[in-house]
């Protein structure tokens, strides 16, 4: 085997010199002249002799030959390598011319480095002095040397799939549902598209929705990276239930101040009076009301699925005080007939009400008054300030009644005094 001596390394150039230098030309005269030196000697010794020369110059060979092996490989690896680089360097300048059409001056993006596995033979190098500025000092590329080839230059794409998944804060309710939706992947390099179902959809990343009609529905996400092509859709069936809503409403009549309350609710099954004093759970209630005033009724309905409809209604409540004016006029002549004049209690209840009465002559002078149960206010005809008997004529009254729930009444009017 011949070597060209000026591609070889100082290392192979030295390996060839030693052993060159074992090899020993072959000299009939020499030998004769060895043989005499050891004449004296026993045949052992001589073919002992023999044999070591022999052996000596096996190992030198086989140590050249080596040799040989080891500076052929060293050259072919270095021309191996030699040859990479060159392929390396011409598959980036490629990449390098590809990717220049993407990416405009102003985008600076990165070279993502996704080779799926690197061995000993492979290298990372830092793609400096790469032209048109797209592609910055500080990137990497990886290349194989068993296989020269750049793998996957990418500009900031996501090589994965976006992920759609997501979750919600309820899945049921009544109307009206409030929902808050939650995507499992939240990042602002993604698109997101809501379908809530029902119509309505929405871009936000959280969004939150309210279901203004009862029925089931199906929620749907689409997701995108915005540099990439890929597009996920997740879709939930039925995911959301909205229970209809019940409608409470009542009316009411009044008969002798006692209040009969008729339920007119829809789509329930309970219902719940509240009332400023007491409460119910019956479907129609009646209430007696002892004090005028304004009082708020409300009805609660709720239906087999627990959802409640609220009505309130104020009730104006006038309790009618059972009195009456004797007569618009009397004849205080003391014969037991119409002799006196104030008012009269319905069904002898005269404990129960508190008067404060007065008479006036036409000049608005008072000529009368008395306070106390209604039997007890009555007047004679007399003129308290003379004692004595009022002329005929009109004169005016007015009259302050209370019961015992303090229900009051105030009555004004006019009487004829005859004799």
Same mark, same amino acid.
């Given at each position: ?33 060895? &043989? ?71 985008? &600076? ?98 969004? $939150? ?14 997701? &995108? ?72 009724? $409300? ?62 002559? &036409? ?57």
């Amino acid at each position: 085997m011949s070597l060209n001596m000026n591609n070889l390394s100082e290392f192979e150039k030295i390996i060839k010199g030693k052993v060159d230098s074992f090899e020993y030309p072959y000299d009939d005269a020499s030998w004769k002249k060895f &043989k005499k030196s050891v004449s004296g000697k026993s045949s052992y010794w001589g073919y002992a002799a023999l044999f070591g020369i022999v052996a000596i110059t096996a190992i030198c060979l086989m140590v050249y030959f080596n040799s040989q092996n080891t500076a052929s490989l060293c050259l072919k690896n270095k021309l191996t390598d030699k040859q990479d680089n060159s392929v390396a360097v011409n598959n980036l300048n490629d990449a390098k011319e590809i990717n220049a059409d993407s990416y405009n001056s102003e985008s &600076k993006t990165n070279i993502i480095n996704s080779v799926s596995s690197v061995n000993k033979n492979t290298e990372v190098i830092t793609t400096d002095n790469i032209s048109n500025g797209s592609i910055s000092n500080d990137n990497q590329v990886t290349i194989n040397y068993n296989n020269p080839v750049i793998n996957n230059i990418q500009t900031n794409q996501h090589t994965n799939k976006p992920n759609a998944t997501f979750i919600c804060d309820k899945k049921e309710g009544c109307l009206p549902l409030t929902v808050k939706f939650i995507p499992t992947e939240i990042s602002d390099t993604l698109i997101y598209s809501w379908d809530f179902g029902d119509g309505n959809i929405s871009t936000e990343k959280i969004p $939150q929705h309210i279901y203004k009609e009862d029925g089931n529905f199906s929620v749907t996400l689409i997701v &995108k990276y915005y540099k990439s092509e890929s597009v996920v859709t997740n879709k939930l069936q039925n995911l959301i239930k909205v229970f209809e809503q019940p409608v409470a409403q009542f009316n009411w009549t009044n008969n002798d101040n006692v209040f009969g309350f008729e339920n007119l609710s829809l789509g329930a099954t309970k219902f719940k009076w509240i009332f400023s004093d007491s409460t119910s759970n019956e479907e129609n209630v009646s209430k007696v009301f002892r004090v005028s005033g304004k009082y708020p009724v $409300q009805l609660i309905a709720i239906n087999k699925y627990g959802c409640s409809d609220i009505f309130t209604k104020e009730v104006n409540v006038q309790i009618t005080m059972p009195y009456q004016m004797a007569a618009n006029s009397f004849t205080p002549d003391g014969d037991g007939g119409n002799d006196y004049f104030g008012p009269q209690v319905v069904e002898n209840d005269n404990d129960n009400f508190h008067c404060d009465f007065k008479i006036f002559n &036409k000049n608005g002078k008072l000529i009368f008054e008395a306070k106390g149960t209604p039997n007890d206010v009555q007047w004679n005809g007399f003129d308290k300030s003379s004692n004595k008997l009022a002329d005929e004529g009109i004169y005016f009254y007015d009259l302050k009644i209370e019961d015992k729930f303090g229900n009051t009444d105030r009555k004004n009017g006019k009487v004829i005094l005859q004799r």
